[in-house]
């Protein structure tokens, strides 16, 4: 008996990854990197000086659990930018002694995104919208400050995690290749910061934003 439904869930296994569809691909994205920073000091002020483009690139996977639901991970090299900029409570010109007032840092991590993906039936013959939400997990592989005298972060905090929220439409091109085009939302929730050159009344917190356009082609 037993030895029957051993063969049985095998069986069941067999035509399940036989029916599935794993699609492997490459995906390029213009990148719109910002900061969100908190910081409660009554004698100074940092601020997100702005936002700053890049891009990304990176090797996807895409494995069919449903009909119109797949799970989607891969490993994304990830450029970051965090842009501060310090000025006085009271008096902007005044600065921390050794701080510059705009500084910028370039990071770069490997990302882990962990996802699912949500597809409509055929709006158009072979195109289809979808829907992607879950998470990714990245691990900071290089930091550097754009310039040698920009050094108020000594440290940064080695990996970071964050929420990931896409719409986009895919289009088959041919029996196994399928293009693709996406916006999405990453929102970071772990402070970047490590350690600071200079103390603050309290702890300086930045988290990243990232808003990118992935154009990809899938296998």
């Known amino acids: 008996m037993r030895k029957n439904v051993l063969l049985l869930l095998f069986l069941i296994s067999a035509s399940f990854l036989s029916q599935a569809q794993s699609k492997l691909g490459l995906k390029f994205s213009p990148v719109i990197s910002s900061s969100r920073i908190t910081l409660t000091d009554s004698t100074y002020d940092v601020n997100a ?46 600065i921390p002694v050794g701080v510059n007032p705009n500084e910028t840092y370039k990071l770069q991590y490997l990302q882990f995104p962990v996802t699912l993906k949500l597809y409509t039936n055929e709006i158009v013959p072979d195109g289809k919208i979808f829907f992607q939400v879950g998470s ?7 930091s550097e400050p754009s310039r040698e005298d920009y050094d108020l972060v000594e440290d940064f905090t080695v990996f970071d995690f964050a929420v990931l929220l896409g719409t986009g439409y895919e289009y088959r091109v041919g029996v196994n290749t399928t293009l693709f085009f ?35 082609i899938k296998f």
């Open 136 to 142: 990714a997990l990245e691990f900071l592989v290089n």
């Open 182 to 216: 996406e916006v999405s939302y990453q929102r970071g929730l772990i402070n970047q910061i490590k350690a600071l050159r200079y103390d603050f009344q309290e702890e300086l917190l930045i988290k990243s934003n990232i808003v990118a356009l992935d154009f990809g």
């Open 49 to 94: 000086n702005g936002t700053r483009g890049t891009f990304s690139i990176g090797l996807i996977y895409d494995h069919q659990i449903a009909e119109t639901y797949f799970f989607s991970t891969g490993l994304i090299f990830m450029p970051k930018r965090t842009h501060l900029q310090v000025r006085g409570e009271n008096n902007p010109t005044s």
